[in-house]
């Protein structure tokens, strides 16, 4: 099972808003609802900011939001702050015994 | 406040065996289903392995990569979660988190033990 695709960085400015894609198949993200992204600060814990493709969890600010496209999903945060510095992963249910598989992960940078 | 807190990792020869454990505390662990999840030095997150809640039938879940290699389990009267690994490789070296899962999502994360396979 191949990981999830996402570019390696993506930049923008304070306040603007930006995207991160995340393409997997039809066995994973075309197939199935269940897509979540992950924050992960270096050398602290992921936690969770967007589950099944566009719910967000209590406590995590509506400037992320989620959708999905066919076999793309993707992750915007409008109106950047430098407090989002991060990476950021995508996770869906897949078909087969590899049941959950993660994108290749994204740095963003607030310039 | 929910939390989890994972230790055991450590350092050992190709071949070896480990065994993970995660206290959870703050919520009540035996409804859930829960799982690991690793990351290799400088690499992405990878899932290891997945169990259900104890009233569910202790389903188990794996990966090929470490499928007949590692075993999970869960102590619910310990509310402590487990991760046995045996036959240890190279490549699972990484920080192995203990997360819990809801549905399909991971929803709380520990912060991580490390397990270094080096001879």
């Known amino acids: 099972q191949s990981a999830l695709t996402q570019p390696a960085s993506v930049s923008g400015s304070p306040g603007q808003s930006i995207t991160i894609s995340c393409t997997g198949t039809s066995g994973d993200v075309g197939g199935y609802n269940y897509v979540s992204w992950y924050q992960q600060f270096p050398g602290k814990a992921p936690k969770l900011v967007i589950y099944d493709v566009n719910n967000r969890p209590s406590g995590v600010s509506n400037r992320f939001s989620g959708s999905k496209s066919g076999n793309t999903a993707s992750l915007t945060i409008s109106g950047l702050q430098a407090d989002d510095e991060a990476d950021y992963y995508c996770s869906s249910k897949t078909t087969g015994s590899t049941i959950y598989v993660f994108g290749t992960g994204t740095t963003v940078t607030a310039l | 406040e929910a939390q989890l807190l994972e230790s055991g990792g450590d350092s050992v020869r190709p071949g070896k065996s480990l065994r993970l454990s995660c206290a959870a505390s703050?919520?009540?662990?035996?409804?859930?289903?829960m799982a690991w999840v690793r990351q290799a030095p400088g690499k992405g997150l990878e899932w290891v392995s997945a169990?259900?809640?104890?009233?569910?039938?202790?389903?188990?879940y794996y990966p090929d990569s470490v499928k007949g290699r590692f075993t999970i389990s869960r102590d619910d009267s310990k509310n402590t979660l487990y991760l046995q690994m045996n036959g240890l490789r190279a490549e699972d070296t990484a920080e192995y988190y203990c997360?819990?899962?809801?549905?399909?999502?991971?929803?709380?994360w520990g912060r991580g033990t490390m397990v270094t396979v080096s001879s």
């Open positions: 703050g919520f009540t662990f035996s409804i859930y289903a």
């Open positions: 997360a819990r899962k809801v549905y399909h999502k991971f929803d709380l």
């Open positions: 169990i259900s809640p104890s009233g569910d039938g202790d389903k188990r």
